[in-house]
């Protein structure tokens, strides 16, 4: 059974850089066919999709969000990571990891909460 | 405002049968699988429908889907209280290149 468990600061200060990281057991990263995603959900408000990376480290992201946003993967540590720029209150929200197979997301972190305040 | 439009709540009692839907355009649901996720309060999203219509090991055949042209259906029958939760439809944007949810609809059993 695939586990995937978000670790991060629970807390960034406005301009400065979130950094999360989403740990995979039960199950190889680098195993073909599975992208790795990262989702959020601001307070109260639906998902939003972030992007995702394949273990080779293709990368499609959110149009929205591209510009201060990078995923990466570590594939000797089966982990993969967020790095999200100048952020602002509005990217507090509770960020998901997840993996994605065929065209949907079968497997859930159980999510972490992320408040940018200062 | 979603890409893909669901109705924000629906309800019914417990032991009916309820549908939520969802909406979108060509670049999304008319030409991409539609899967659906149960989100209930305070978890995370669980996926309960991939492909349109098929079910993940586990989830039981009270809930169905189905996708006509741009527009897709979640169905539950035999409502329970523990199915008080929001649901979300997702699928990918051609036009977007992005993966888009819908706004969710937060189902309520009387």
């Known amino acids: 059974q695939v586990q995937l468990q978000e670790s991060g600061p629970g807390m960034v200060k406005p301009s400065q850089t979130l950094s999360l990281t989403c740990t995979v057991s039960g199950g190889s990263i680098s195993r073909g066919g599975y992208y790795w995603s990262w989702i959020r959900q601001h307070p109260g408000k639906g998902l939003e999709w972030i992007g995702y990376i394949y273990y080779r480290g293709r990368t499609y992201y959110n149009p929205s969000l591209k510009s201060r946003l990078a995923i990466s993967v570590d594939t000797s540590k089966n982990q993969f990571s967020l790095k999200l720029s100048s952020v602002t209150a509005a990217d507090t929200a509770v960020y998901y990891c997840?993996?994605?197979?065929?065209?949907?997301?079968?497997?859930w972190g159980q999510g972490t909460l992320v408040t940018v305040s200062s | 405002q979603s890409v893909l439009t669901q109705s924000p709540s629906v309800s019914a009692a417990p032991g009916q049968k309820v549908t939520i839907s969802c909406s979108g355009s060509?670049?999304?649901?008319?030409?991409?699988?539609v899967s659906w996720y149960r989100q209930l309060p305070g978890t995370a999203p669980k996926l309960l429908i991939y492909e349109n219509n098929e079910r993940p090991s586990g989830i039981p055949d009270r809930f169905s889907g189905s996708k006509s042209g741009t527009s897709a259906t979640l169905g539950i029958t035999g409502l329970q209280t523990g199915d008080e939760a929001d649901y979300y439809c997702?699928?990918?944007?051609?036009?977007?290149?992005?993966?888009?949810f819908g706004g969710g609809t937060k189902l309520t059993v009387l």
């Open positions: 997702g699928t990918w944007d051609s036009s977007l290149s992005s993966w888009v």
């Open positions: 997840a993996r994605y197979r065929g065209q949907q997301l079968d497997y």
């Open positions: 060509s670049s999304n649901i008319g030409n991409n699988y």
